[in-house]
């Protein structure tokens, strides 16, 4: 037969306060019935748990055996309600963070170092992917998504917006000249977003298409991930749309700068029962904070 946990919390309050008298005054219980539920757990057990005297109570052998373990379970229940409440001022715990593979593997997972040294007692589980992470079904807490979410419920937060630039390789320009128009892309290699982009980034492959009447320009070399893309770029493989946080000064070079390349707005996305997390806001306002224009290498 299972112990009562009540009876067992009733108990340690006697044994703690050496009498019947002074355990109902702390716990606000009468005498009476108190000195029934410690009889009603002692048939339980099957063992008297005190002596009883005149000047009070003592603990049986069976009774000092059980007020060991009930010390040791009233401590860990101290300790845990401490830490409950610690954590509700300070943030701590695991984070499943999802987005895009170029941009948590480059500019985001750069930033998460700042952020833990913030938070020592947050961890950080970052899962990259192009495809999207479904929030609903807890596959991640939360995302930082390239489109405004189409699930009601969710919440989410405007971050910054991610623009993007012709790029190509100094050496790639020194070989093949720069091209002073639109419509002089025609003329030279082209690297685009692999034609099994996701929906949200379809638009990622407006370089094929800028300034251009008729059908869309052929690349000669796709990469299904946009850190891919800058790989080739870098390697001299041609000219390619990069996002504005992988583009690094020295090693590919902006041109047609003029030209209004995509557009993306990015969200800070989280499941509605995370309203009240202290961890998750704790990212989220990180996130605004880092997310800026300027940080982003768009300005």
């Known amino acids: 037969m299972p112990l009562d946990w009540d009876k067992l919390r009733l108990f340690h309050a006697v044994a703690t306060a050496g009498s019947f ?10 005498q009476p019935a108190l000195s029934r539920q410690v009889i009603a757990l002692e048939e339980a057990l099957g063992a008297k748990l005190f002596h009883r005297h005149a000047r009070g109570l003592a603990l ?53 170092a700042a952020f833990l ?4 007692d947050i961890r950080i589980n970052l899962i990259l992917s192009d495809e999207e992470i479904d929030l609903s079904r807890h596959e991640a807490d939360c995302a930082i998504r390239f489109h405004k979410p189409h699930q009601a419920d969710l919440i989410q937060r405007p971050l910054a917006t991610i623009r993007h630039f012709l790029c190509a390789s100094p050496a790639y320009l020194e070989a093949n000249g720069t091209p002073l128009s639109a419509n002089d892309l025609g003329n030279h290699r082209l690297i685009a977003y692999g034609p099994e982009a996701p929906a949200y980034l379809r638009s990622i492959n407006w370089v094929l298409q800028v300034g251009q009447d008729g059908p869309p320009r052929e690349p ?22 990069l996002p504005s946080y992988l583009i690094r000064s020295g090693q590919v070079q902006v041109i047609l700068p003029e030209l209004q390349g995509a557009v993306f707005q990015t969200y800070f996305v989280y499941a509605s029962e995370l309203r009240g997390s202290v961890r998750v806001a704790a990212l989220r306002d990180f996130l605004i904070r880092e997310m800026t224009p300027k940080a982003l290498g768009d300005s």
Do not use: C
């Open 117 to 120: 040294q913030l938070y020592p």
């Open 21 to 30: 008298t002074e355990g109902a005054r702390r716990l606000k219980l009468s």
């Open 220 to 241: 000669v070399f796709t990469v299904n991930n946009s850190y891919g893309v800058l790989q080739a770029v870098q390697a001299g493989a041609g000219i390619a749309a």
């Open 60 to 112: 049986t052998n069976e009774g000092e055996q059980l007020f060991r373990t009930t010390a040791g379970m009233a401590d860990e229940i101290e300790r845990t309600k401490g830490g409950i409440e610690a954590s509700r001022n300070r943030p701590t715990g695991e984070i499943k963070l999802t987005t895009t593979v170029s941009f948590g593997s480059t500019w985001l997972a750069y930033r998460l």
